[in-house]
């Protein structure tokens, strides 16, 4: 029986031992700065959508050909000023959420044809030409006859059909995660996992040195691209933090292998961004309701403001019904015609109200 008890009381020290011995809480960086980080074909075609950006801005003093746009949209007859993008087989065409291909390549039209009235002063609806606005000369925007900046359009809408999509849609799902290698490490890449996951954010537009504490100074010095930079548009709901720590926290899973951390992880990336994306659309709406007397401001961000409103569709798992988002997309036509000279403050107003019930965002929709 003393036998029995010693060996007992042995194992109730044992057991209680064991139950003390915590798993050691995870302690993530601070940045991306993890080994084996490829993210040169983001890079890559972020740099692509920044040229056709600036080819298209020259819209405001030239005729643009729609031959070179939809060249470097898919990146044949060597039309980009860096050669590295010329030759490095990456396109943005083939990346784009395929059934918008279509209408990208009519915004590229659209944009060439808008553009042989780039020596037309135009101050409101009906014509097409160079809207300036009456409160800053140096804020000039190419139109057409419904106050469409088509630069800002197909910008912003790339965004959303490339970047946020290729994030939202592929990199960082089961479907492309689970089949793929994490034991096999390739010298500069990484597993086959950790890739996919690099690619989810190399899209996001930021180095992999960011932190939060830095951010401001990065952005300052123009480091940060597209989602990058547009992130501090919802800076007041976390978006900066939850985007930039969702990444780390999910790559750091895959180096351990825990994939249900992982996923946790994926999905705050995919929430988060959907999240900037209402919050550009509710700040650009914001602004064209300060600006509605200026005919040049209100039509380019009432542009800028529909390229994050389209977005929204590229996320499977998005907040918003099918039924709100084809009822604040609706105030972007007339006649079956793109437009947005038309748009009231009261229909302004009613777009903000109906994204920042979705969102949980009005507590801070005036400010955004």
Request: charged share 20%.
């Amino acid at each position: 029986m003393k036998k029995l008890v010693f060996v007992l009381l042995a194992l109730s020290v044992f057991l209680s031992s064991c139950e003390k011995e915590e798993t050691p809480a995870v302690v993530l960086p601070s940045s991306y700065n993890f080994e084996n980080v490829n993210i040169s074909g983001q890079a890559l075609r972020i740099n692509m959508l920044s040229e056709i950006a600036t080819e298209l801005g020259k819209g405001k003093t030239q005729v643009l050909s729609y031959t070179r746009l939809i060249n470097m949209y898919s990146n044949t007859g060597n039309e980009f000023t860096d050669a590295a993008l010329n030759s490095s087989g990456k396109q943005l065409r083939d990346k784009t959420f395929a059934t918008d291909i279509t209408f990208f390549e009519s915004m590229f039209q659209a944009a060439a044809d808008n553009s042989t009235s780039f020596n037309v002063s135009v101050t409101g609806n009906g014509t097409a030409g160079v809207a300036t606005s009456i409160f800053d000369a140096t804020k000039k925007y190419l139109v057409d006859t419904n106050g469409v900046e088509y630069a800002q359009i197909i910008q912003k809408g790339l965004m959303g059909a490339i970047f946020y999509y290729r994030i939202a849609e592929e990199y960082t799902t089961k479907d492309k995660l689970d089949p793929a290698n994490n034991v096999t490490v390739v010298p500069g890449e990484g597993t086959a996992m950790q890739h996919y996951w690099d690619e989810a954010f190399g899209y996001f537009g930021v180095p992999t040195i960011l932190t939060v504490a830095n951010y401001d100074s990065l952005n300052t010095a123009k480091a940060l691209k597209f989602y990058g930079t547009y992130a501090s548009k919802g800076k007041s709901v976390g978006t900066i933090e939850n985007t930039l720590k969702a990444f780390i926290k999910g790559r750091d899973a895959i180096n351990r292998k825990d994939y249900t951390t992982r996923d946790a992880a994926a999905a705050e990336i995919r929430k988060n961004l959907e999240l900037i994306n209402a919050c550009a659309f509710i700040s650009y709406m914001n602004q064209s309701k300060a600006a509605i007397g200026d005919y040049a401001i209100r039509c380019h961000t009432l542009s800028e403001g529909f390229g994050f409103l389209r977005a929204l569709k590229y996320n499977s798992e998005r907040k918003i019904s099918q039924t709100d988002y084809n009822t604040v997309e609706a105030n972007f036509y007339r006649n079956g015609n793109l437009s947005t000279y038309h748009i009231s403050t009261t229909d302004i107003n009613n777009m903000i109200d109906k994204i920042s019930t979705v969102y949980g965002l009005d507590a801070v929709k005036a400010a955004l």
